[in-house]
């Protein structure tokens, strides 16, 4: 396939719902290849159908299992179901190491669920950079539910607020300081705290400590609910998805954006990228007596910052 020129074909086998399709899409938005602008622009004018399903937490609370729950769930009231798992990266080749996909084993023969791997590649927001687009991708395909799972960071998975509409914060009990990981930021962006592995010992302290630590929250966003689930058994999925059905339908989630919004933050990242990109490839010598401005102390790195968005606007 030209990639330079993405053929109009592929184009319309996607906005069809084809699976294979959809992976080549997929392929070549992640890969950032030329072919992946005429996708995305494509796609800009379909999206909005799906409903975008945020699951992040620290790691080893089942974050996994039960997204594979949820999604059999999904299956049973007979919707299509899109799965973006971000996995950690390695720091030498950039790909995914961890593969949490194998987890996510009922239903990948199923034909109406589409699953993809992401490496994080070094980012700390719990996403991978690709991850808004490829979730554009499955929703322009015709995906009724698109599932994010993050890479399990903890805190700092604030990201996955910017790209779904409802977002559900996973802890477990006896996991020591795992109810303090998700203070502050990611407490901020809950719709729904599940306390998962709600079978051990000590769950209901764990959901009780959780609805102490939601009185810290700005008075102004919408309530949230605290949900027990146990993966294993299937205990609190159904539950769940009708609590996620509620959220979304009620318009109200934490920190839900509209779509122009959330365009100018694709854009602002996007941007962000391409200058980091510039920053560290560039052959510039302006780049160069900045860097050296700001290594001697003379700019600060605001400073330096808007220098180099002069330099970019030359």
């Not at 009724?144 to 903890?154: F, K, P």
């Not at 303090?180 to 209901?204: F, H, R, S, T």
């Not at 694709?266 to 007596?289: F, G, H």
Request: hydrophobic share 45%.
């Amino acid at each position: 396939m030209n990639t330079t020129s993405q053929p109009s074909s592929l184009i319309e086998r996607l906005l069809a719902g084809d699976s294979a399709a959809l992976a080549r899409a997929i392929s070549l938005v992640e890969n950032e290849t030329p072919a992946a602008q005429d996708i995305l622009k494509a796609v800009q004018s379909k999206l909005g159908r799906a409903m975008l399903v945020g699951f992040t937490g620290s790691p080893g609370v089942g974050k996994s299992s039960l997204v594979n729950a949820y999604v059999r769930e999904l299956r049973a009231r007979g919707k299509t179901v899109g799965v973006v798992v971000v996995d950690p990266s390695s720091p030498f080749t950039r790909g995914a190491i961890l593969g949490d996909r194998i987890r996510i084993t009922d239903c990948a023969a199923d034909p109406d669920v589409f699953i993809r791997s992401l490496a994080a590649r070094g980012n700390v927001g719990g996403l991978s950079p690709a991850a808004a687009r490829v979730v554009d991708v499955m929703d322009a395909a015709g995906k009724d539910v698109v599932i994010l799972e993050t890479v399990g960071a903890g805190q700092s998975e604030v990201e996955v607020a910017e790209v779904a509409h409802v977002k559900i914060v996973v802890s477990a009990p006896g996991l020591g300081d795992g109810v303090q990981a998700i203070k502050a930021g990611i407490l901020e962006i809950a719709d729904i705290l599940v306390v998962n592995k709600a079978d051990l010992p000590d769950a209901d302290r764990t959901q009780n400590q959780l609805r102490r630590m939601l009185k810290l929250r700005r008075s102004e966003l919408a309530p949230v609910s605290v949900l027990p689930t146990c993966a294993t058994t299937g205990e609190g999925i159904s539950a769940l998805a009708d609590a996620v059905e509620a959220s979304f339908k009620s318009g109200s989630g934490a920190g839900r954006t509209d779509p122009l919004l959330r365009a100018r933050r694709v854009l602002a990242n996007s941007a962000a990228a391409a200058a980091k990109r510039w920053v560290l490839e560039s052959n510039d010598p302006r780049m160069t007596t900045l860097s050296e401005a700001l290594q001697r102390g003379e700019l600060g790195a605001d400073e330096a910052a808007r220098s180099l968005l002069e330099v970019i606007h030359d």
